[in-house]
Every structure is written in C-alpha cells, then in structure tokens.
C-alpha cells in the first residue's frame, strides 16, 4: 500500500489546522440537529467532503490510554465503573509507579502508538499528585510521544504547571449536553467543565473533550453536546465519542441502547461541524462491531483509542485493530510532534 498521500487533502494535519483557523462558525442546536436529520446517505456524503477536505482519509491516528490510578473516585458520573459509590468490582488502586507506566508507554510505541493517555480517577489531583504526573508527563515525552492526560478539574495554575512538564492534550469531556447533564452527573457541575477547560486552552495545552452517547439522552440533546462542543472558541483538536458501555453496578446498566446508526450520524455531525479536529471512536468499540466501526470510519472519525483496555472496560485487541485497518484499506499514523511518518499496515 502506497504512503504517498493524494492530493485532494492538505499535506499534514498542522496545515488543515492552520488553513481552518481562520473559519469559524457558530453553530445553533437547531442546526445541528438538521444535520442530525438528514438522509443517512446525504449525511455521510455530508461528512465525507469535509473529512477529505482537510485529512487524508485512509489515516487513522492509534491513541493508547493507561489508567495510572484507578477507582475510589469520588464523583458520581453515572457511566462510571471507577465512582467508589458503584458495586462494580473495581477496587481502587494508589498511583502507579513512574517504571510502570514508562513501561506502558514504550509497548505502546512499540505498537505503533503515536499519543500516550495517562487517566487518574480523581476529582481533581492535588498538589502532590500533579507533582508525580509532572515527573510522568516529562519522562513520556523524553520516549517521543505526544502526552496527553485526564485527571479531572484543574484548579488554578495547575493547568500551567502541566504545561512545564510538556503536556501536549488535556482530556476532559462535557460529556453530554448542559440540559441532560443533571441526570448524569450531580457532584460537580457543568460550569466546572468549562473552566477547567478554559484553563487549559488558556495555559497553552491542546484540548481533548467529547462526550457519551447511549446513556439515554435524545437526539435534540446529542445535537446539543454537538453545539457545545463545536461552539468552543477555538473547537477541541481532539474530540473523542465514547458510546456508553453498560458496566453492571452502575446507574445506566441496562438502559436502552443506542441504534447504531445513531452513533455513525453523531460521528458524521462531529465531523462536519468541526472539520479539522480528531474525530477519535473511544470507548464502546467492541460492542459496535467490525461493520458499524466501518461505517464510523466512512462517516469522518479519524483516531482510535488503541491496545486491549480503555480505563477499566475491554478495547478490541491490537491485532483485531491491525486487521481491520488492513480490511479496510486504512493506514496508521505513526506521528512524534516533530516528524511525521507513516506506517503502512
Ligand atoms: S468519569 Fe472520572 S470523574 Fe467521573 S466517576 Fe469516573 S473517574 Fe470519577
């Protein structure tokens, strides 16, 4: 399979960036959810036009995420395994030692990682912890990988002390839209999303932030996670989409799923209103199946979280990914910050 990208797309994803920096457009939830209404098939086209607009189509970005403190998190989140208030069997560990996670991150560059995740289930860290994700933060980056962390609420001047370190992406998710936020989530609030991601987007740090869907919200109020998340001044550079995965144990098991074809229009919509952010299909992956993944990938999503366990829920494993990319005809982008080279698969 040919490396060589076609012509029809910018030649780097700094290029797409810097050539959409310029455009920005506001979108109403109204609008959204016309998107959101369209023929499936206009939709796609829709979608289609925009992703080759600015990405090569056939490049799909691998993301390993390493959960480096697990469970006993105090907050509510609905979804969550890792909320100490659920019976789900997730026992709640201390921080992992910085050769643990250096570890991690060199089998992940190994597999063709190019951006290494590091999730704490925690409110917010406190100043001793920051002090150790610093330390990991700097040694990931010294591998020549793209750091990116999600440790909850950054309170002020953390966001900045990560910045230091060498903190390329802050993940932190609205997950859902304002109006059905409360039925999801109760110990913090919408507003506490949105500073810590002014925080972040202020400190210089590049902005991870999508949302669930499947956990029972309609499609007005999918439009208006969509809205959010497109309206943010400047859009996220990643935006993961996570369908909800039914943990046993946790408020939201064995609620109605989510119609798949759902799922492909909200990735479709995320992909036309934000046309040159990472569209990355996260949690939820193995439940979709090969053909549904398939139609995410025609529909604009463009980065996958990658390796055999999101934070506590099972991810397909990497050969099954390696074999689906090839099905499809889809390359890895094997990308440090400095040079970028792909891999054929
Ligand atoms: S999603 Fe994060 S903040 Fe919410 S309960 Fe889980 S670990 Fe805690």
């Known amino acids: 399979m040919s490396s060589q990208p076609i012509s029809f797309y910018p030649a780097s994803p700094a290029a797409a960036q810097a050539s959409a ?22 939709l796609l086209f829709r979608a289609q036009q925009v992703h080759r607009q600015h990405f090569d189509p056939t490049v799909v970005e691998l993301a390993t995420l390493l959960s480096i403190k697990t469970g006993g998190c105090p907050v509510d989140c609905g979804y969550c395994p890792q909320a100490a208030r659920y019976d789900t069997g997730v026992t709640a560990q201390k921080i992992l030692p910085l050769d643990t996670v250096l570890h991690a991150a060199r089998e992940a560059r190994a597999a063709g990682a190019t951006r290494f995740c590091m999730g704490a289930a925690w409110r917010e860290p406190k100043d001793r912890d920051l002090e150790q994700v610093e330390v990991m933060v700097r040694e990931v980056k010294a591998l020549g990988l793209e750091t990116c962390a999600t440790l909850g609420m950054l309170g002020a001047g953390q966001a900045e002390r990560l910045k230091e370190a060498g903190l390329d992406y802050y993940n932190h998710n609205l997950d859902t839209a304002p109006e059905f936020y409360d039925n999801i989530i109760t110990t913090r609030d919408y507003q ?11 400190a210089g740090i590049k902005v991870c932030c999508g949302g669930i869907v499947g956990m029972g919200e309609s499609r007005l109020q999918r439009a208006g996670l969509i809205a959010q998340l497109a309206n943010m001044a400047p859009y996220p550079e990643s935006v993961p989409v ?8 946790t408020p939201l098991h064995g609620i109605d799923p989510l119609d798949p074809i759902e799922f492909v229009r909200t990735i479709a919509v995320a992909r036309i209103t934000m046309p040159t ?12 199946g090969d053909a549904v993944q398939a139609m995410c990938f025609a529909a604009g999503a463009n980065s996958i979280f990658y390796g055999d366990k999101l934070l506590t829920t099972g991810n397909p494993e990497v050969e099954e990914d390696r074999a689906l990319l090839a ?5 890895a982008q094997s990308t440090t910050i400095d040079a970028r080279c792909e891999v054929t698969m």
Do not use: I, K
Request: no cysteine; charged share 20%; net charge positive.
């Open 277 to 288: 952010a990472r569209v990355r299909l996260s949690a939820g992956r193995r439940q979709m």
């Open 242 to 249: 996570n369908h909800l995965v039914q943990v046993p144990g």
């Open 192 to 202: 506490h999303r949105l500073d810590t991601l002014g925080r972040v987007r202020n």
């Open 21 to 42: 920096a310029s455009v920005v457009q506001a979108w109403s939830v109204a609008e959204v959810e016309t998107l959101f209404n369209l023929p499936f098939s206009d």
């Open 327 to 331: 099905r499809l005809g889809l390359r």
